[in-house]
């Protein structure tokens, strides 16, 4: 079966500090994999994500994630933190079926 | 840019009540679908559609319905609300072209069932 792990309910980070946040995942098949933002009192917004190429993507606001395909982990890292990156953060991960599975959300606080 | 709008913000019912929330995409896409979102749960699949009147159940289908009779508007049905289907629920919109494999969400709808 599909799914995806975020293991950190809650993730701290000073501000200007680099900042991850952490996505694991079990599908069969290729992965298609997704980062969204969530702000309070808003839909999700998307970030990133990867389908195939290089496993370093680049996707909004200075955020980037690192497929590893033997760890399989899609973990969300960006250099530099910002108290504006505070929000709540969903990975997930499409099957071939077009059907998507979400993690249950990290909260990041970025703390200035 | 794509905009999917939901009809209601903040919603409060009581239960036994039937519920309608509705979904509108401007883009054109085929796919649409509905999750709700509970602290610690993210996000569950509850319906979703592949294109007009087409429609699929998701992870928790269970007292809920859909329509989609048009290609821009998914509606969910809650036949008769109870306390557990309090909850936000988000719409999404997916055109399922090769390299356009985003969804795009609406800002939500906070039920609360008394």
């Known amino acids: 079966a599909q799914s995806v792990a975020q293991p950190e309910d809650q993730v701290n980070v000073a501000e200007g500090n680099p900042l991850t946040v952490k996505c694991t995942y079990s599908v069969s098949g290729n992965p298609y994999l997704f980062w969204y933002v969530q702000y309070p009192n808003r839909g999700l917004q998307f970030l990133l994500k990867?389908?195939?190429?290089?496993?370093l993507v680049k996707g909004s606001y200075g955020f980037e994630a690192e497929f590893n395909k033997s760890q399989t982990s899609f973990h969300l890292k960006k250099p530099s933190a910002l108290v504006s990156d505070s929000a709540l953060y969903f990975c997930a991960v499409r099957d071939t079926g077009n059907q998507f599975y979400f993690g249950t959300g990290t909260s990041l606080t970025v703390i200035p | 840019d794509v905009k999917v709008t939901q009809s209601s913000r903040y919603l409060v019912k009581r239960t036994g009540e039937k519920v309608f929330l509705e979904c509108v995409q401007d883009?054109?896409?085929?796919?649409m679908f509905w999750y709700r979102q509970d602290p610690g749960l993210g996000l569950r699949l509850i319906y979703f559609?592949?294109?007009?009147?087409?429609?699929e159940k998701g992870d928790i289908p269970e007292g809920y319905s859909v329509s989609r009779e048009k290609k821009e508007r998914f509606s969910l049905i809650l036949e008769s609300a109870s306390t557990n289907q309090t909850s936000m629920y988000l719409c999404?919109?997916?055109?399922?072209?090769?390299?356009?494999?985003?969804?795009?969400f609406g800002p939500g709808t906070r039920l609360t069932v008394l």
């Open positions: 883009m054109d896409h085929e796919n």
């Open positions: 990867y389908i195939t190429g290089d496993n």
């Open positions: 559609s592949y294109d007009v009147k087409m429609k």
């Open positions: 999404a919109s997916r055109n399922p072209q090769r390299g356009t494999d985003t969804q795009y």
